[in-house]
């Protein structure tokens, strides 16, 4: 239970730091919250399973959707599709 509530105020937090205006387009802060939330999606998998777990993947992806479409093209690249 208490891995579903840091993982609730971690995405409160992650909202709140995407209304802020930043300089760098916010991905200083993306760093910042992808570094606290993969401990945090394995402690709350651990916790309450992985359904949970795939709930926190799939919101924690709406908040950080930058980084993941830049992910997915570096993958892409690399793998040569």
């Known amino acids: 239970m208490t891995a579903l509530v840091a993982g609730l105020v971690w995405l409160v937090a992650a909202n709140l730091i995407g209304m802020l205006p930043s ?3 916010h991905w200083r802060n993306a760093y910042g919250l992808i570094a606290v939330g993969v401990p945090l999606l394995i402690w709350l998998i651990c916790e ?3 359904w949970w777990g795939l709930a926190f993947v799939i919101a924690a992806g709406s908040v950080l959707r930058w980084p993941l479409r830049y992910l997915w093209r570096w993958i892409r690249a690399r ?3």
């Open 79 to 81: 793998v040569g599709a």
């Open 23 to 25: 300089k760098d387009h």
């Open 48 to 50: 309450n399973g992985p």
